[in-house]
């Protein structure tokens, strides 16, 4: 399982490992191309992450074992991401009370892609799965680390400059427009 780098603590300046807050995970080693923009986002937030392969078809017994022991690894959201028939963010939120952000993936055996996304959109009521869109990994990192920033004080600081700093390009780019 791949860790996220040490993080810097502001009190003292040293680098420790942090414990993994979020879970990324995905159905093959195909799907890292997409999901590193959720790894690479949460680094610009100083999140720790976990990032591995399980796939739901392929190691069901790893994929159970992995969402029922999340939340006492000290994981606070997974993000899962699949292509194709994509049932591994469904299955993964239909066994852990984490919160599970979905990735649908455009894979090579993919339908365009609307295999994966209707996959994860469409879970039953009871097994709800926050769906982003089609190959939008960067989004999940987000999502996750607003949904984290809501309970710590330092994460949602630098979700919220993150926030802030879209609209300061957007604005700069008006500007330009006005030139």
């Not at 078809?57 to 159970?64: D, E, G, N, Q, S």
């Not at 190959?135 to 987000?142: E, S, W």
Request: net charge positive.
């Amino acid at each position: 399982m791949a860790k996220s780098k040490p993080v810097k603590h502001e009190k003292d300046n040293q680098s420790k490992t942090e414990p993994a807050l979020v879970g990324i995970i995905m159905g093959s080693d195909s799907d890292l191309p997409v999901m590193q923009a959720a790894a690479d986002i949460l680094k610009q937030f100083e999140i720790a992450f976990d990032l591995t392969i399980v796939s739901a078809h392929r190691t069901p017994k790893r994929m159970f074992e992995y969402a029922a022991a999340a939340k006492e690894k000290g994981l606070k959201v997974i993000i899962a991401g699949a292509g194709g028939a994509a049932h591994l963010p469904g299955m993964v939120a239909s066994i852990t009370t984490l919160p599970v952000i979905g990735v649908p993936i455009k894979s090579s055996n993919s339908i365009d892609g609307w295999d994966s996304v209707l996959s994860i959109l469409q879970m039953p009521n009871g097994i709800p799965v926050a769906t982003v869109a089609l190959n939008a990994a960067k989004n999940a990192g987000i999502l996750a680390a607003t949904i984290i920033g809501a309970f710590d004080e330092n994460v949602g600081k630098r979700v919220k400059k993150f926030k802030d700093g879209l609209e300061e390009e957007v604005l700069i780019k008006v500007s330009r427009m006005k030139k």
